[in-house]
């Protein structure tokens, strides 16, 4: 780190009590010894509660699914990522060599890691109350560009964003049968996703509809929305 760490808390708008929660914070687990793994679990879920909260009382006429789709847009790797390159984060990163000779600390998931390791440290330095406070400062752009036309999107948009924001690779759509003249086909598609044990089906006069389908039918499995959504 070639940066002054008081420098960061700045940007952060917060000065840790405990250093020590900071450094962790901002240690890659390419560096030797303990690293901010479990600081940014615990962040993420703070993050994810923070959020969560705020579209509840800022939206009280949305749905459940809406809400899910607004919060997965929310908390996305993307967002943080931006967030943490305004805090100009990657020059305080502690990498191992490899990870510096990569460019890690220009790298969006390592980025939005530590950022969510860094409000796991703001919490257990200063308690709830100053985290929520944090992320929410820290929100304020996204959340004032909210709205619920942004849910609006169609199911295959909405699957996509919500798996990148959990950082987990992106749906296959496999096109498993087609039956029908030319003029009156229905397409049958598969979708496969890490996070689901079977795979999602979905019929449709097109591919397009059919793979539309099947997504929808990956976001009701996946807990993400109701079925009426």
């Given at each position: 780190?070639?940066q002054?760490?008081s420098?960061?808390?700045?940007?952060l708008g917060?000065?840790?009590?405990n250093?020590?929660?900071m450094l962790?914070?901002?240690?890659?687990?390419?560096?030797?010894?303990?690293?901010?793994?479990?600081?940014?679990?615990?962040?993420?879920?703070?993050?994810n509660?923070?959020?969560?909260e705020?579209?509840?009382?800022?939206?009280p006429?949305?749905?459940?699914?809406q809400?899910?789709?607004l919060?997965?847009?929310?908390?996305k790797?993307?967002?943080?990522a931006?967030?943490?390159?305004?805090?100009?984060?990657?020059?305080?990163?502690?990498l191992?060599?490899g990870?510096?000779?990569?460019?890690?600390?220009?790298r969006?998931s390592?980025?939005a890691d530590a950022?969510?390791a860094?409000?796991?440290a703001?919490?257990l330095?200063a308690?709830?109350?100053?985290a929520?406070?944090r992320?929410?400062?820290w929100?304020t752009?996204?959340?004032d560009?909210?709205?619920?036309?942004?849910?609006?999107?169609?199911?295959k948009?909405?699957?996509?964003?919500?798996?990148q924001?959990?950082?987990v690779?992106?749906?296959r759509?496999?096109?498993?049968?087609?039956?029908?003249?030319p003029?009156c086909r229905?397409?049958f598609v598969?979708?496969?996703?890490?996070?689901?044990?079977d795979?999602?089906q979905?019929?449709g006069?097109s591919?397009?509809?059919a793979?539309?389908?099947a997504?929808?039918?990956a976001l009701?499995?996946?807990?993400v929305?109701?079925s009426?959504?």
């Amino acid at each position: 780190m070639s940066q002054s760490l008081s420098r960061l808390e700045r940007r952060l708008g917060h000065t840790f009590q405990n250093q020590d929660l900071m450094l962790l914070a901002l240690t890659h687990r390419s560096f030797a010894g303990r690293n901010n793994e479990r600081l940014e679990f615990l962040g993420d879920a703070i993050l994810n509660f923070v959020a969560g909260e705020a579209l509840f009382e800022r939206f009280p006429q949305a749905r459940e699914g809406q809400l899910s789709r607004l919060r997965a847009r929310l908390v996305k790797g993307e967002t943080l990522a931006v967030l943490a390159r305004g805090f100009e984060l990657g020059e305080y990163l502690r990498l191992g060599s490899g990870e510096l000779k990569s460019g890690g600390f220009r790298r969006e998931s390592i980025l939005a890691d530590a950022l969510e390791a860094l409000i796991g440290a703001i919490y257990l330095d200063a308690g709830m109350d100053v985290a929520r406070a944090r992320v929410l400062d820290w929100l304020t752009n996204e959340l004032d560009g909210l709205t619920l036309v942004d849910t609006n999107k169609d199911p295959k948009t909405r699957l996509q964003e919500f798996l990148q924001s959990r950082a987990v690779e992106l749906p296959r759509y496999e096109v498993v049968d087609i039956q029908g003249e030319p003029h009156c086909r229905t397409f049958f598609v598969q979708c496969e996703i890490a996070l689901l044990t079977d795979k999602t089906q979905g019929q449709g006069a097109s591919r397009r509809i059919a793979e539309q389908v099947a997504a929808a039918a990956a976001l009701v499995a996946l807990g993400v929305e109701n079925s009426h959504d």
